[in-house]
């Protein structure tokens, strides 16, 4: 690329270079912004991707429970057939639900008790094998594996009756509406209780979970509200509007450090209009016109803004591998889409604030009467 097709990019290199503390200190405030910008964002969009990896599958998940205000106090065979009718895409587990002391050997501690009787469609082996009917033996909760010492084909005692250990489950890295970590699964059978305590509705997908909330609460409430439906999907949907306004309000804050640093541009471009007054007058004389130096300043203000984008968008990324190393244990995760956007927005916004705030001295500077800025 010959350097006499862009001459205002030729002069402003130079121009940079005749004060190059100045311009550096110009470029340090473009970089401290960006990285603000970028850096923060990079947090927020770490902290919303921890939480919603912790939530898992919750958010698909609905809880019916008896409406105890109106009396009600566990839900009948007939109510958990209704739900099952209505709910085609996904599983209806009813569920008893008790505190016990198990043991086994020496060892003893308390757990929570469920009664069911497709407990594969609420939990997954770590060891051993779930059932598909569940007729017999424990399932036991990881915790209580552990704190019990217990193995697969263990006998452990539930209060005053002994199972065999069909499986370990697996706590799973997510909240879930049933905590199978310190609990015990015994055949529904095995619970002492008329009807059911609870029952858990599992859904594809957060929307197919309304659905069938919508369509549980039309099949079992008619005359009376016997029962309450939670959606979990609204916990996670809550969540996603607090990381929105705690993102926003973030980037709000590297915005002001851009901010000063676009001031901070400002200065420095009508220092160095007001100290090449005379240069310009020259150029002005010998034939250049207003646009020509009016791209001479913006060209600089330009490349100060690519300076200053550009290191900051490298110091926020090794900020972007500390934060996803320290927080999600994966660095890597630094260059998903979502902060990826961030890095670009934090050198665009860098960019656009070092042009613009050299527009000012650029028209200044382009406006110059030659006779008085050649007269001293």
């Given amino acids: 690329m010959s350097k006499t097709r862009f001459p205002a990019l030729l002069m402003a290199r130079r121009n940079i270079r005749r004060t190059p503390l100045r311009s ?13 910008i970028a850096s923060l964002g990079v947090f927020g969009a770490t902290l919303q991707y921890s939480a919603t990896n912790t939530l898992g ?17 566990s839900i009948s065979d007939r109510d958990v057939r209704r739900m099952e009718r209505v709910v085609t895409d996904g599983a209806v587990v009813p569920l008893r639900q008790d505190q016990a002391v198990v043991s086994y050997g020496r060892e003893r501690t308390v757990v929570t008790v469920y ?3 497709n407990p594969s469609a609420a939990f997954a082996a770590e060891s051993g094998r779930i ?66 305590d609870q029952v858990l509705v599992t859904a594809s997908s957060g929307q197919q979970a309304n659905e069938s909330a919508m369509a549980v609460k039309d099949a079992v409430n008619g005359r009376e509200e016997k029962i309450t439906v939670f959606e979990f999907g609204s916990i ?46 020259v150029l002005r004389a010998v034939g250049y016109q207003k646009r020509d130096v009016l791209k001479i300043i913006l060209a600089e203000a330009a490349l100060l803004g690519v300076a200053g984008g550009l290191g900051g968008v490298v110091l926020s990324v090794g900020a972007g591998l500390a934060i996803n190393q320290f927080a999600l244990g994966d ?3 630094t260059f998903a889409p979502a902060n990826l956007a961030y890095f670009a927005l934090a050198f665009a916004f860098g960019f656009g604030t070092a042009v613009a705030s050299g527009f000012y001295p650029a028209w200044k500077a382009a406006n110059l009467n030659p006779v008085e800025a050649l007269r001293r």
């Fill in 236 to 281: 996670t949907e809550q969540i996603g509007s607090f990381f929105g306004i705690l993102n926003a309000f973030l980037l709000g804050i590297g915005s002001i450090s851009l901010v000063v640093a676009g001031v901070s541009i400002l200065n420095v471009m009508l220092m160095s209009t007001v100290e090449r007054r005379e240069e310009i007058g």
């Fill in 331 to 333: 660095p890597l995760y």
């Fill in 24 to 36: 550096a200190l110009a470029v340090l405030g473009i970089v401290i912004g960006v990285v603000a």
């Fill in 57 to 73: 599958d919750f958010g698909s998940d609905i809880l019916v429970q008896p409406n105890q205000a109106e009396g009600f106090t």
């Fill in 131 to 196: 059932p598909d009917r569940f007729r017999g033996g424990a399932l036991v909760g990881t915790n209580a594996a552990e704190n019990l010492g217990l193995r697969v084909g263990n006998t452990l005692n539930v209060g005053n009756r002994s199972y065999r250990v069909n499986a370990i489950l697996e706590s799973g890295s997510g909240l879930s509406v049933i905590s199978p970590g310190n609990a015990v699964i015994l055949p529904v059978g095995e619970v002492d209780g008329r009807g059911y």
């Fill in 115 to 117: 009664g069911m009787n």
